[in-house]
């Protein structure tokens, strides 16, 4: 596969533009923020920032979507995981996101960013139970991925909204083997 090559400047302009926008989602609510406030804090015209993204819900999405990959480290895996490593991995990963982006804090903003998460988790699991089982049939491999999906973020939820006496590593590896197995191992 070719790799593309892109222009360090528009490599440069993007992550002023979203660094201007995270800066100003620490401050400010989300429907407070505007396309000049983010032009302003990044120093750039309105024009190079419609360049970059269609309209400031286009800026979240990819915000969450970049930072969601950031913690799965999706361009960092060199080895296939098996599924108990890819359900820790995703645990891990939404736990670290989810205090990340604390600070978003609107309720139509939560609801875009966990339509993207749930999109993605499921595409990811998706993926992850094809390579298991190639002869999955499609509409059960969807529902698993969609199980494993709602399994993984309301265990992260429910961790981020602990008193997180146990590290998250602890907390998941606790889980795993129910997750894995079912509740019949009691």
């Not at 969450?64 to 490593?85: F, P, R």
């Amino acid at each position: 596969m070719m790799e593309t090559k892109t222009d360090p400047r528009v490599l440069r302009t993007r992550k002023l533009i979203t660094d201007a926008f995270i800066k100003l989602s620490q401050s400010k609510s989300f429907s407070d923020i505007s396309v000049k406030d983010i032009t302003e804090e990044a120093m750039i015209n309105r024009a190079t920032f419609y360049n970059h993204f269609l309209d400031k819900y286009d800026l979240l999405e990819k915000v969450v979507e970049e930072k969601l990959h950031l913690n799965l480290g999706c361009d960092k895996q060199k080895t296939t995981l098996t599924i108990e490593e890819t359900i820790k991995t995703v645990f891990l990963s939404l736990t670290r996101f989810k205090t990340s982006v604390s600070t978003i804090s609107g309720q139509e903003e939560q609801e875009t960013i966990d339509t993207i998460i749930k999109l993605e988790l499921v595409n990811i699991f998706s993926r992850k139970l094809s390579e298991i089982d190639v002869s999955l049939n499609a509409s059960l491999k969807l529902k698993l991925a969609r199980w494993l999906t709602a399994t993984v973020r309301s265990t992260s939820q429910d961790w981020v909204e602990s008193d997180n006496a146990e590290e998250p590593e602890e907390y998941i590896a606790s889980l795993i083997p129910f997750i894995m197995c079912g509740i019949e191992t009691l």
